[in-house]
Nanobody
Framework: QVQLVESGGGLVQAGDSLRLSCAASGRAVSLDIMGWFRQAPGKEREFVAAIRWIGLTFYADSVKGRFTISRDQTNDSVYLQMNSLKPEDTAVYYC?????????????????WGQGTQVTVSS
């Protein structure tokens, strides 16, 4: 079983930056990928970014050039640096991971999820 704990959310103004963190614990299997998803009220959960442990990164078109995902293998953590935030980035952000994902941008491909952290961007 794997536990994921996110932190770093908050209320910011448009144009500001935030850095989300996600720490994995109880790791019993080798995790291949860690990703970030978000869900706004009334909308489906959507892919934001992902990183494989070999270093490959993937981003949704809506965040390319503004968000950066990184990881620290020494402490099983992943980070999401969010710059130039927009009101449409407002959502609950979830960290997720999988050992053998069938894809990187589908929520169903991930096995473990964190509880989420709220990000609110005011205009």
């Amino acid at each position: 079983q794997v536990q994921l704990v996110e932190s770093g959310g908050g209320l910011v103004q448009a144009g500001d930056s935030l850095r989300l963190s996600c720490a994995a614990s109880g790791r019993a299997v080798s995790l291949d990928i860690m990703g970030w998803f978000r869900q706004a009220p009334g909308k489906e959960r959507e892919f934001v970014a992902a990183i494989r442990w070999i270093g490959l990164t993937f981003y949704a078109d809506s965040v390319k050039g503004r968000f950066t995902i990184s990881r620290d293998q020494t402490n099983d953590s992943v980070y999401l640096q969010m710059n130039s935030l927009k009101p449409e980035d407002t959502a609950v952000y979830y960290c997720a991971t999988a050992a053998r994902p069938s894809s990187y941008d589908r929520a169903l491909a991930y096995d473990y999820w964190g509880q989420g952290t709220q990000v609110t961007v005011s205009s």
